[in-house]
């Protein structure tokens, strides 16, 4: 045993270094891990819970109804966000104290829900490229579009108009312009 | 006598290499215990806020390209919600362009962010359309298989996400992924990718990009609804997928999808 | 359909840049130095005796350094032993860990056992804190007689033999990593395991064989002409399977013409034209073939032979380090959607730029040189190997 005892000690430090080396490190593994599947399972609870941003239709219908009654149907499939952005700080509820109101009492206006009203939100979707479907309605000439509307509704002509100028966001069809 | 005492220390040498090695191989295999007190913790933190069934679903995506106009309201929307950065994206839309020459003009300004402007090509364009494009979360992922420390992982109810605390940002995931719907998040340094909304769908809510696509050319549904529609999509029409060939059974269904596409 | 050029929105980036170059290049020279060592022990080709025990040390110089480059590049290096705590036993990656220990153990006991004898009788010749730090390395056992020494050949017999399959792994397994993702149609092949490997030993081969000449010329190890014989005709042969696998991979992407063809031969044509054609396989391979062929096939004088054998070496680890670039830099100079292209042109001072590569791949040859502060260069005295007839020889003359 004497000339192979240097082999023994020394792979049985090896054996024992890596062994402990092993299992050192799977007790670094997270308490979560293997819980719902290969992977740290905390991580699920940490992607189901981080805040939602866009809040949808209903959120902003709690207070705007007069909007959506007047949006034809076409409209009404483009959700508010789509070109209101994200509701902030747009409504807080009123600090006063007092007793719980009903309707638009309840939330004190912060700041205005922002708009961009050069006309440039419609021609994301209006304006006339030929990858867009056939029906779908889209402006191929600005100019010829905005001269043909200045006979039907014999407003003023400015061909430099942007797309607010003579429709409603909300109610596209009406050609008067509608204030809110 | 030389020989003898050999074969007795290469017989003692083998028997004790095997023993640690299986000691080693076992100690590797077994599974640190979990506590399952975890998840108490967080509920009772209040930060739980979910729809009580959340991983009772299996969800799939369907994006209808004979209806997308173009608008980018998903990128935009994306971005807004998910925190995307600014030069990567986790869904985007493409812009094709076939003439009657048949050459194939495909672009994505800024990914489709900002809708597209015209675009003159030579030519006539006989066929035009706009392919929306997201992370397929497949079901026979090249992006989990490659994932060297499981930060990469397919959740019960079939979407893929990325564990950003376990991630080493090596990028070999970005580099599997054939639909290239991966990125090294240049804040994070971790990797990242459309998690279908998953903050969302758990609480009931559709993704961002399907909650404000005007024209419904976005769909997503679960597939054990009898009644979703998504499922009915599925089931009936003739749905095709991105790179079939390439056997990684994407759970995005394309309709009217057509044979230039990338 | 003809395509105009596009590439997919998130394609804007390469993200395995030069160091993801210069890991396989250290690691391919770790493998090839101790294929020398391997062929010396496990297989008794005694005419590469007096580069056997050198050609370890280099092999652990490399080693030792070869983790670098992969820990610059990652996005969070301090999680870099999540490989270990909780790998994914289906990637490549995720294996890493466990394969580089288990080649770095078997490769420090291989230097333990061999180097025994010399550190002994440096123990027993010193005194105060340098000897005891030497007795706490031999772990106390200072047995040194002829039956030990005996048992340490046959030990390192065996720690070579486990050695040269955890070796091929070591080497070969970035090959599979590429080769085994299908997004990539300029990676995805089954030769790219064998590519990554057989030029690993290449430039070992050729670096191990600069070394020997600059160190026999300089009077530090014996000069053998049968030895610098066998490394050439090593360096020969394994050359010649370079250029049969290279050339059965382009060849089956050139008669299959499957969809991505288009794109590879763009690829090829364009972006790599120089960089493939021209500096990889003209200069590189080329040059180093005609020269190696050359010193076997006309009978050249010794000097001659050593001073072709040199600048053949050169070449080699010149091509070997261009087959990095072009496989690793070049699969990502396209988009994924095979109709788009990007470029690469690292920085000097990025974090993952030029400098830290050329710091990267010269640091292996300070810890070489340190090392060899420490051990000696030369191979195990003659007269104790006839001696302890561990494994049959084969001389080479």
Not at chain 2, 116 to 143: A, E, M, Q, S, W
Not at chain 3, 208 to 226: C, I, N, Q
Not at chain 3, 362 to 367: D, E, I
Request: net charge positive; charged share 20%.
């Amino acid at each position: 045993m004497k000339n192979y005892s240097h082999v023994i000690t020394v792979f049985s430090v090896v054996a024992v270094a890596l062994l402990g080396m092993q299992i050192a490190l799977t007790t670094l593994q997270s308490d979560s891990f293997g819980k719902y599947g290969r992977f740290r399972g905390d991580h699920i609870l940490e992607a189901s819970s981080l805040p939602t941003k866009h809040k949808g239709d209903d959120n902003c219908l709690e207070c705007h109804e007069n909007e959506w009654d007047m949006a034809d149907a076409k409209h009404a499939a483009v959700p508010c966000e789509n070109c209101h952005f994200l509701p902030k700080a747009h409504a807080v509820p009123a600090a006063d104290g007092g007793e719980p109101k009903e309707g638009l009492a309840k939330y004190a206006r912060t700041e205005k829900m922002p708009i961009d009203s050069s006309g440039e939100p419609c021609k994301r979707c209006h304006l006339f490229l030929p990858s867009r479907p056939a029906g779908f309605p889209q402006v191929k000439n600005v100019e010829k579009h905005i001269k043909d509307g200045w006979k039907k509704t014999m407003g003023e002509l400015d061909v430099k108009s942007a797309c607010p100028r003579c429709h409603n966001s909300h109610f596209p069809k009406a050609f008067a312009k509608v204030s809110i | 006598m030389i020989q003898k005492k050999k074969k007795k220390s290469r017989r003692e040498f083998l028997k004790m290499a095997a023993a640690g090695a299986a000691g080693m191989l076992v100690v590797t295999l077994i599974p640190k215990p979990s506590s399952g007190q975890r998840i108490h913790d967080i509920e009772e933190a209040g930060q739980l806020e979910r729809a009580p069934d959340w991983m009772e679903h299996y969800y799939a995506y369907v994006v209808d390209t004979t209806k997308c106009i173009g608008c980018g309201a998903c990128v935009r929307a994306c971005r807004r919600e998910n925190d995307t950065p600014e030069e990567y994206f986790r869904t985007w839309v493409e812009r094709y362009q076939i003439t009657d020459t048949g050459h194939v003009y495909i672009d994505a300004p800024n990914g489709g962010h900002d809708s597209f402007p015209p675009r003159d090509v030579p030519g006539n364009v006989v066929k035009g359309f706009f392919l929306p494009k997201i992370c397929n979360h497949c079901r026979n992922t090249p992006c989990t298989q490659v994932c060297p420390v499981n930060a990469s992982y397919e959740s019960p109810q079939g979407a893929v996400l990325v564990d950003k605390k376990s991630c080493i940002g090596c990028g070999y995931c970005v580099q599997a992924c054939p639909y290239d719907t991966r990125y090294i998040d240049p804040r994070t340094h971790t990797a990242d990718k459309c998690t279908w909304c998953y903050h969302r769908i758990t609480k009931g809510l559709m993704p961002a990009c399907v909650t404000v696509c005007p024209t419904k050319a976005r769909l997503f549904g679960d597939l054990k609804k009898k009644d979703s529609p998504v499922k009915e999509i599925i089931d009936t029409k003739r749905v095709m997928v991105l790179k079939p060939e390439l056997n990684t059974e994407p759970y995005c269904f394309y309709i009217g999808l057509d044979k230039s596409v990338r | 359909m003809i395509y105009t050029e596009f590439s997919f929105p998130n394609d804007s980036h390469i993200i395995w840049s030069l160091m993801i170059v210069t890991y396989p290049y250290i690691s391919g020279i770790m493998a090839g130095a101790f294929s020398i060592a391997a062929l010396y022990y496990g297989f008794g080709m005694s005419s590469l005796r007096p580069v056997s025990r050198f050609s370890l040390l280099v092999s652990f110089s490399f080693l030792s350094c070869a983790t670098l480059p992969l820990l610059n590049h990652l996005g969070h290096p301090e999680r870099a032993f999540n490989v270990m705590i909780m790998p994914n036993h289906r990637s490549a990656i995720g294996g890493f860990g466990y394969i580089y220990m288990v080649f770095l153990t078997i490769l420090v006991l291989i230097i333990w056992f061999s180097y025994r004898d010399e550190v002994i009788r440096a123990a027993n010749a010193a005194t105060g804190l340098k000897k005891r730090i030497l007795e706490a390395s031999l772990l106390w056992n200072l047995n040194s007689d002829s039956q030990t020494q005996a048992v340490d050949r046959i030990v390192v017999f065996y720690l070579v033999a486990f050695g040269i399959p955890s070796m091929a792994v070591l080497s070969g397994y970035v090959g599979f990593l590429f080769g085994s993702l299908k997004s990539n149609p300029w990676w995805s092949t089954p030769v790219m395991p064998f590519v990554f490997f057989v030029s690993g030993i290449m430039s070992g081969l050729a670096l191990v064989t600069l070394f020997y000449l600059y160190l026999g010329w300089f009077g530090h190890l014996e000069k053998s002409p049968a030895c610098l014989r066998t490394l050439g005709a090593l360096l020969w042969f394994s050359t010649v399977l370079y250029i049969v696998l290279e050339a059965v991979e382009l060849l089956y992407f050139y008669y299959e013409s499957s969809d991505a063809w288009f794109v590879i031969s763009t690829l090829l044509l364009t972006k790599l034209k120089y960089s493939f054609f021209f500096l990889q396989l003209g200069i590189g391979l080329g040059v180093a073939f005609v020269l190696l062929s050359a010193m076997f096939a006309l009978r050249v004088d010794e000097t001659t032979f050593a001073k072709l054998a040199a600048v053949a070496s050169v070449y080699i680890l010149f091509e070997v380090w261009m087959m990095r670039w072009n496989i690793v830099v070049g699969g990502q100079l396209f988009s994924k959607s095979y109709v788009g292209f990007r470029e690469y042109h690292p920085q000097w001072l990025d974090q993952e730029g030029i400098l830290a590569a050329i710091v990267f791949t010269l640091l292996p040859f300070l810890v070489l040189y340190i090392v060899t502060r420490l051990l000696s260069v030369h191979p195990l005295p003659e007269e104790d190997e006839m001696e302890s007839a561990g494994s049959p020889r084969v001389v080479i003359e």
